[in-house]
């Protein structure tokens, strides 16, 4: 990069302004940087947002060109912020070559707010060891992620509460989503898939999925009926995801929840 006040070089050098500040080209290379990586954070944002996504669903929602798309994905693969994978296919597959979708990496996800994961960690593991360790320990720690979920719970109810039944998967993704969590709710088959696409303490969870465990009961309880947890972040996966059979919609009584949090699904 060169500055103006250093020696000139050939006619060209005329066009330099006064003293400290950049050559025109100069500035004009550094804008263009700046804009490829504001382009490049709005990807990674939208993969954050909406789960792992191909290139042509983030071309559309970007409005760029998949050209443009893939050179990012290219760049942000390089600095390992994302990865590919085969898209996950429910029901019956198609014919040809499952699609490519992109997800965020762990450090990709560490580029947005995933601070204090030491902290929560090291605090949960002395919860755990200061009730005695092992099965005890566990315990301590199940008992913890519980009342952390009934507090952050209250707040969730009144959204709820607020709209019809049929509408509950969808303010609850809403209620989540203001606390961090990029939550969405769509139609499934027999139901509704609650999909959360960031989680703020995903790399706690890794080691504590009494965290998760938690979050599907008060799920469960919110909503009126079992719900099973197909997937999470914490486990490897590139959302967490939550079955809410249809029956979510009419029955009132509180049942029982299925949760495979933290582990492979059955």
């Excluded at 992109?102 to 994961?117: E, H, S, W």
């Amino acid at each position: 990069m060169k500055y103006a006040g250093e020696a000139p070089e050939g006619p060209a050098a005329g066009t330099a302004a006064g003293p400290g500040s950049v050559v025109p080209a100069a500035r004009d290379e550094q804008r263009a940087h700046d804009e490829q990586r504001g382009t490049r954070a709005r990807v990674a944002r939208s993969i954050l947002d909406h789960g792992p996504s191909t290139a042509a669903e983030l071309a559309l929602r970007l409005e760029l060109t998949q050209a443009a798309v893939r050179r990012h994905l290219d760049v942000l693969a390089a600095e390992g912020m994302v990865e590919s994978r085969e898209k996950r296919v429910y029901g019956a597959r198609t014919r040809g070559r499952p699609a490519k979708v992109f997800v965020l990496t762990d450090c990709g996800r560490d580029a947005f707010d995933q601070a204090y994961d030491k902290l929560a960690t090291d605090a949960l593991r002395w919860i755990a060891q200061a009730a005695g360790g092992g099965e005890m320990g566990e315990a301590a720690v199940a008992a913890f992620a519980r009342a952390r979920m009934a507090a952050q719970a209250e707040g969730y109810r009144v959204a709820l509460e607020a709209v019809p039944p049929e509408e509950r998967a969808r303010a609850l993704a809403r209620a989540l989503t203001e606390d961090g969590y990029a939550a969405t709710a769509r139609t499934a088959p027999v139901g509704e898939q609650l999909c959360q696409h960031h989680c703020p303490v995903a790399h706690v969870a890794e080691q504590f999925p009494q965290l998760c465990e938690a979050e599907t009961e008060v799920f469960s309880r919110l909503l009126g009926t079992h719900v099973q947890r197909l997937a999470t972040i914490a486990h490897g996966d590139g959302v967490c995801t939550t079955f809410i059979p249809k029956t979510a919609s009419t029955k009132t009584t509180t049942t029982a929840s299925t949760s495979t949090a933290g582990r492979n699904p059955a």
